[in-house]
């Protein structure tokens, strides 16, 4: 074996050695219970609720927009035609 084979060998084995490191900290987590970067179900409520709250505000305020325009274009005209 030359020199560049040696090189390209070891290079493999490294990149099995990080591949495999990687599966034993993730076998290592879920023996330990470490907790994972998932939100609980409580979080996903609370987002959820946060969601419909800010939607309901935009809903109030665009509605009341759309009754003001509309009361706008309701009220007669100044303007006398000639």
Do not use: F, V, Y
């Not at 987002?47 to 309901?56: G, H, L």
């Not at 505000?57 to 000639?82: C, G, L, N, V």
Request: charged letters at 30%; zero cysteines.
């Amino acid at each position: 074996m030359n020199t560049s084979q040696l090189q390209r060998s070891l290079d493999e084995l490294r990149r099995e050695q990080a591949r495999l490191n990687q599966a034993i900290r993730t076998l290592e987590e879920l023996l330990s219970g470490a907790p994972s970067n998932r939100l609980s179900p409580e979080g996903r409520a609370r987002i959820s609720e946060a969601a419909k709250r800010r939607w309901e505000e935009h809903r109030r305020q665009h509605a009341a927009k759309t009754a003001a325009r509309a009361a706008k274009t309701a009220q007669p005209s100044t303007h006398r035609a000639a």
